[in-house]
DNA sequence: CGGCATTTATACCGATCTGTCTGATCAGCT
DNA sequence: AGCTGATCAGACAGATCGGTATAAATGCCG
């Protein structure tokens, strides 16, 4: 027992866990505090000691996933240094976020979908669309293209519905596929239109 | 006086004028059917003598949805017998709708994003989503490319992803012609793979 | 006119919600 | 040992939820 770890995680971290578990699953708005203590087994008080009430706590719980998700992508451009692989190693991050037996769609758009949203809430969502958007763009950039922009629309519109039918319909993963076969296709046309 | 009409809709049209309106506006769940038979001017009794209970009146509501957006796809390819124009004439219903100042995504996405749903309501998803493959399915036959499974997938993200982007970002109209622009170049790729 | 279905207004139920508060206990640090 | 911040268990508040019950009023149709 030299090491400082094998401890129990920290209240604050127990009712991430929790919330990010229920929050994902059962959404923001139908999901009580009182679930998410009693999963993270933990008083409520200290659910308002630390992060002073709900809307916060949904905020926390996005701003995770919105840094897990960057890390995956992340991780899955790290293997290429082409721009256009880098693009579409995204599709095959969405891929395997798809395909979790756990998935239910986007987070950002399901508590979206849930009016009314705190501020902080509607704040992490923000700042989720606003990487999407400039990470695209960046992508789009050093693709060379002549319009990077209208790629860069292109992609987000690949990216959300692949998200989506992957939630509404079956075959999740192969939404997600289909989503990077098409992202390839506008690629090479934004191209052509490039150079002509 | 002699014509039947210029009377008050029956309590029935006014709660789902006012279903409409809120479920969609303020979410499913969000929505009480308090503020429900209040902005309808109905009595509570009304609403569980016409519908039974909320989860009835939540499928009432999406299946209204349904009806009117189908209308309104039909219509926009009521304008053209080309297989392919068909299949673009429903991007432009897409824009339309989205365009409306009071849109706030896919009534069927967002339901669907408020776990837990009532069974009726399930079903009314589950029937708009069916009503949506089939008709992609339909429209890709029609335009005789080999793989019409494949195009009535990639029609489907284009779709699922104009509106989702739409919710979440800026130039809601913008988004849907995006879409609509990819699907032509997937519609072309199809054609072209065809006929090699 | 009589009868039936519908609508109305309102009170009520049990459950659940977010948030506050209290008072004891625990753990780390000096 | 003693102080302090953190956590605990639980009661409580005030509001809202979906749904039920009741009794009177209304409208339509034969």
């Known amino acids: 027992m030299a090491t400082k770890a094998a401890k129990r995680p920290s209240p604050r971290e127990r009712l991430l866990a929790a919330s990010d578990e229920l929050f994902y699953r059962d959404g ?7 679930a998410i203590i009693e999963k993270a087994g933990v008083a409520k008080g200290s659910l308002y000691y630390n992060f002073g009430g ?30 256009d692989e880098k693009i579409l190693a995204i599709f095959d991050a969405v891929a395997d976020y798809v395909s979790e037996p756990k998935f239910r769609g986007c987070p950002f758009t399901n508590a979206a ?18 990487w999407l958007r400039q990470t695209f763009l960046k992508l789009a950039i050093d693709t060379g293209v002549a319009d990077s922009q209208a790629l860069a629309d292109a992609l987000t519109i690949l990216y959300d519905g692949a998200l989506a039918t992957a939630e509404m319909n079956s075959g999740a993963r192969a939404a997600a596929m289909t989503a990077k ?16």
Chains 1, 2 share one sequence.
């Open 28 to 34: 923001v708005h139908s999901t009580g505090i009182d």
């Open 113 to 130: 979908a849930e009016a009314p949203a705190g501020e902080s809430q509607q704040l992490a969502i923000k700042d989720y669309r606003n």
């Open 54 to 83: 709900k809307d916060a706590l949904v905020a926390a719980y996005l701003q995770n996933r919105h840094n897990a998700f960057r890390q995956r992508v992340e991780e899955a451009q790290a293997r290429t240094d082409d721009p």
């Open 181 to 196: 076969r098409i992202a390839r296709l506008t690629l090479a046309a934004a191209k052509a239109s490039s150079s002509a």
